[in-house]
């Protein structure tokens, strides 16, 4: 294995790929046990910047030494405790102990901070209030858990009781990494972006995903222009969001009842689930391609967890088993990290890290085997070649045979059947909206006729 750390400090996101030439590295990690119990939540962030206030007595108590840090930005991707069978082994621990093994003496220097909140978005990154987007249940559960840290016990929030994550990552010294994983929350969560994203299942609304793709590429670069300010020595590290399991839907939830058990013949669950899986990457490729290109821009590695977890594979989520509820009381989530994917981002950053900035996209390769699970680490370079030929969760981009590069329609339907099917798929995301006791989702008539007359499919008035 390389060992090579750039003398300047680093960043780290969430989101991405494959192709071109590669290296490949072999990391191996043992399965790790622990006790179950139950409950249920959602993703990840980032945006604007404010006023600074003292933080909170002992939020930031373990990190005002000297020491060259990593620091995790962003949301449950890396602020993972709360879904893991074993909170405590939680993704700063992993990533502590992981840089501590290297065999770079640099890296071996480098501690680990977490200033990632639970659901943290690209709307609130630079100040988040818990009325608007609150993390009281996590917080909470921080004080239940026998941390071997008292950093790990707070979250870094201000005596206003705000969250300002750019300021506290100002206050920290010798910043040499911030790994960034944010985007995810922004689909889960937001209303506008949820409405926009489905409604371009749409043929005439269509656009509306490549607009979704601009404003949030203008949202996380204005997210990693205030973290380079807050810390202009540090290097930068992307992180690109996993799919989901395919058991688990981002509308339905897993399949489990209220005490976290598995439940069987969930005829609306299950479609519901099946169909998200056929349209997720579709969706979300848009955004992760702006990732990928800010990535180029800022020459910084990216990690790719849609090209790392295995979507079938119930281990690499949650308590790692459907029904299996952990010592919080927590269920099984299939859209969050488990014990054994937390160790596989936490041998992923190591690995961004010794090999020092440059634009480089790395995924893993897990594999179970009997004394527990081995990953081979494999690098891609970023560049314009890599980015043609990319597709969110890992398979390869078709095109349009016509020739313009693009990708194909998702359904090869005619112009009335894909209207109808796009139509009668907003409807059933509204209705099991619903039923969940949940707003439906905007929809706005004008833009929506004005894009069936440019684009032809508007009857002309007699």
């Known amino acids: ?25 072999s990391t191996s990690t043992q399965r790790q046990r622990s006790t179950p119990s139950g409950t249920l939540c ?54 502590r102990e992981q840089l ?64 300002r994550s750019v ?31 489905v409604g371009s299942l749409l043929p005439p ?12 590429a203008q949202r996380l670069k204005t997210a990693v222009e205030q973290v380079r300010k807050a810390q202009p020595g540090a290097s930068l590290v992307l992180v690109v969001p996993y799919q989901p399991h395919e058991e688990f839907s981002l509308l339905m939830g897993a399949p489990i009842n ?27 490729n848009p955004m992760v391609m702006e990732m990928l290109a800010l990535s180029r821009e800022l020459k910084c590695p990216v ?6 977890l295995d979507p079938t594979c119930e281990e690499h989520y949650g308590t790692g088993e459907i029904g299996r509820v952990n010592e919080l009381g927590v269920p ?18 190591t690995h961004a890290v010794t090999q020092g900035p440059k634009p480089a996209v790395y995924r893993g390769r897990p594999r179970q085997e009997e004394r527990g699970w081995t990953m081979t680490i494999r690098e891609e370079k970023n560049d314009w070649i890599f980015a043609k030929d990319y597709r969110f969760g890992g398979k390869p981009a078709m095109r349009k045979k016509q020739g313009d590069g693009g990708a194909p329609p998702m359904f090869k339907l005619g112009a009335l059947d894909s209207f109808l099917l796009g139509a009668g798929v907003v409807i059933l995301v509204n209705v099991v909206l619903i039923a969940q006791g949940n707003s439906p989702l905007g929809f706005d008539r004008t833009e929506f006729e004005q894009r069936l007359e440019v684009q032809g499919f508007k009857a002309k008035s007699g």
């Not at 990494?177 to 937001?190: E, H, K, P, R, T």
């Not at 609304?205 to 949030?216: L, Y």
């Not at 058990?261 to 056929?278: H, S």
């Open 332 to 349: 099984w989530s299939g859209a969050e990290p488990s014990d054994v994917s937390c160790d596989f981002l936490a041998r992923l950053v």
């Open 1 to 25: 294995m390389v060992d090579a750390l750039a003398a300047a400090p680093a960043f780290a996101l969430s989101w991405s790929g494959l192709s071109a030439p590669s290296r490949v590295w």
């Open 100 to 163: 501590a093994n290297s065999r770079n003496a640099k890296v071996r220097q480098l501690q680990c901070v977490n200033l990632a909140v639970d659901q943290m978005t690209t709307f609130d990154f630079a100040e988040r209030k818990a009325s608007d987007n609150p993390w009281d249940v996590y917080a909470k559960a921080r004080q239940q858990v026998d941390f071997e840290d008292d950093e790990d016990k707070e979250y870094a929030v201000d005596s206003d009781g705000v969250i």
């Open 42 to 95: 959602a993703i990840s962030a980032l945006c604007a910047i404010s006023v600074v206030r003292p933080a909170r007595r002992g939020s930031l108590r373990a990190t005002k030494d000297d020491a060259p840090k990593v620091v995790l930005m962003g949301d449950s991707i890396l602020d993972n405790f709360y879904w893991l069978q074993t909170p405590k082994r939680h993704l700063r621990v992993r990533l």
């Open 167 to 197: 300021e506290h990552l100002k206050r920290l010294s010798n910043v040499q990494w911030v790994v960034l994983s944010l985007g995810g929350n922004d689909v889960y969560l937001n209303p506008s972006v949820k409405s926009k994203l």
């Open 258 to 284: 209220d005490e976290g058990k598995r439940i069987y013949g969930d005829i609306l669950g299950d479609g519901t689930r099946v169909f998200e899986r056929k349209i997720l990457p579709e969706l979300v």
């Open 303 to 308: 990690i790719d967890l849609s090209q790392t």
């Open 205 to 216: 609304m269509e656009e509306q995903r490549k607009e979704v793709a601009e404003e949030f």
